[in-house]
Every structure is written in C-alpha cells, then in structure tokens.
C-alpha cells in the first residue's frame, strides 16, 4: 500500500508496562484503577484509595510506581506521539486513512463518523471489555469503542500464519474498524440482541456474519482508498485465509474474548473481503440478507 503520505490519526492510546503480568502492587493498582473507574465511575477509584489507606498502604506510592498509564488520550496536546515506534505510526497512518474514508462514506449518508481509538499494549493491557491479551489477537470493544491491538500480532500474522506484507496487517486494522462501524450504525448492538435469546449455534451463526461483514468493509475501505498496489490483493486474502475459524482452531491456547468466538471460514472471508474489494460499496456487505455466505 503506498501509505506515506497518509496523515497519521492522532486517536491513539499506549498503555505502558504489561509485560510482566500481575507482578508488583504498583502494577496491580495500574490495572485495578482503570478498571474501577470504567465500572463505578471516579468513585469507585475513591473507595479502592481509602480501602488501601485503611490497609496501611499509601495509595500514592503505588501510583508512583505503577508501570501502566492506560488512560492517556489520543490528542495530541497530552499525547507524545514522538514515544511510538514505527511499527505503531505507521498503524495510525492506516487509522487515518479508515477516518477519512468512513467519514466520506458517513457523510453522503447524512451522517457523522466518529472515530475509533486505537489502543497499543504490550502482552497485557485492560481494556473496557476486561482484560487485553496479545494472545487473543487483535479486537474492538463496544463497551469503551476502543480497538485494541498488541503489534507483536503482525509478527504472529507474518510467521506463524504466513501472512506477510503490509496490506495484511493494515486489514486487521481495517477489520476491527469494520466493528466500529458496525457499532455505529447499530448493527453490533441489534444483532448481540439477537444472540441473547438464541441458541448458541444460532449465535454463533450470527457472530459469523457479523465478522464476515467487518471483512467487507475492511474490502471497502482498501478500494476507497486508492492506495492499493499490486500484490496487496493477493496479501490481503492470504491474511484472510490464513486467519479463518478453520485454519485458527488448530491453534493451542484459546482465550474467551469478545473477537474471538466465530469468524467463518477462510473460504468466506476471503469471499467478503474480496466482495468488498471489488465494490468499495458497504451496502453490498449486506451479510445479514444473504444465504449464501461462501
Ligand atoms: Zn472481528
């Protein structure tokens, strides 16, 4: 992709530390507070504090030592993008380049898109979904519409899944933002509606196009963009080949998480991204309305 001159997003977040789990109480407070904040507002944090200065611990200290900050904004005023690697920019010139084209695509539809954030974490993050292990690859999470991504995945997706090039990884990028949109437009939240009173085959076959249809989009994006090149097309469905349900569930130690439940088979994966590809029209990701999915 010739992705130089794309304008970087500036809606990032990097959470720090991680690498070493849920080691010291530094550590431990880092993780804890986030996650007491999203879940009980700034008063849960409150209460955590006193309980630990009733416990004889000095909350400040903890916080000194913490090796997580996981709510630095995106904005760059508060934000140091001179910290990222270049693995990093160059994802948020792949971020920049999902706004510009779903805002273009919102705004003929009368609407406005509002972007995603793209978190960066290293082995373990938090997320508003719960905890953000690399081990779960790459998803987006409704609750806080955050995409979260450990980029030590492209290594994975290049050697373990034979998926090199950077048009594979930019559609991972582009497949998680397909959720956001989904989430925008209401699709998420209607069809996890429909999962609750379902079997779970039933909800697995919804999941199913749910992910097939963030495929398309990520199809769609690429073609808007203009900045294909040759060769990508053929990244692209290897990435898609190699990363579906079938060819994955070989893989050893499965996490429970919210991206990873069903994603089709690599034959259908490659069917939508390829659809959206050759379209670059979202309403032909229509996954919903359509028997055949492969
Ligand atoms: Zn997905």
């Known amino acids: 992709m010739r992705l130089d001159d794309e304008q970087e997003s500036s809606n990032f977040e990097v959470q720090r530390g991680g690498g070493g789990g849920f080691g010291g109480g530094?550590?431990?407070?880092?993780?804890?507070?986030p996650l007491i904040g999203s879940r009980f507002g700034c008063g849960g944090i409150v209460v955590l504090l006193v309980v630990l200065m009733v416990m004889g611990?000095?909350?400040l200290s903890l916080i000194g030592g913490g090796q997580i900050a996981p709510t630095q904004q995106g904005a760059p005023s508060s934000h140091d993008a001179s910290q990222l690697n270049q693995v990093q920019h160059w994802s948020l010139k792949v971020l920049g380049s999902t706004e510009r084209t779903w805002g273009k695509i919102f705004q003929q539809e009368g609407k406005q898109y509002e972007p995603t954030t793209l978190v960066f974490?290293?082995?373990?993050?938090?997320s508003g979904c719960g905890a953000a292990q690399s081990a779960m690859?790459?998803?987006?999470?409704?609750?806080?519409?955050?995409?979260?991504?450990?980029?030590?995945?492209y290594d994975e997706l290049?050697?373990?899944f034979g998926a090199p090039g950077d048009f594979a990884q930019a559609y991972v990028i582009a497949h998680e933002v397909g959720h956001h949109v989904q989430d925008l437009l209401g699709t998420l939240g209607d069809v996890n509606r429909r999962q609750q009173s379902v079997s779970e085959a039933q909800g697995n076959a919804l999941q199913v196009r749910i992910e097939l249809q963030a495929d398309?989009?990520?199809?769609v994006w690429a073609k808007q963009t203009g900045l294909l090149e040759a060769g990508d097309i053929e990244e692209g469905l290897k990435a898609a080949n190699a990363i579906g349900d079938d060819t994955l569930q070989k893989s050893a130690g499965q996490v429970p998480v919210p991206d990873s439940f069903t994603h089709g088979s690599s034959a259908e994966r490659m069917k939508w991204l390829r659809q959206g590809l050759d379209t670059g029209d979202p309403a032909q990701c229509d996954t919903f309305n359509t028997r055949d999915l492969g």
Do not use: E, H
């Open 121 to 126: 974490y290293s082995q373990n993050g938090i």
């Open 26 to 33: 530094g550590n431990m407070l880092g993780l804890l507070l």
């Open 57 to 59: 611990v000095n909350p």
């Open 158 to 160: 290049r050697q373990r």
């Open 137 to 153: 690859g790459p998803f987006y999470c409704p609750q806080d519409k955050k995409v979260y991504l450990d980029t030590s995945f």
């Open 216 to 219: 398309c989009y990520a199809g």
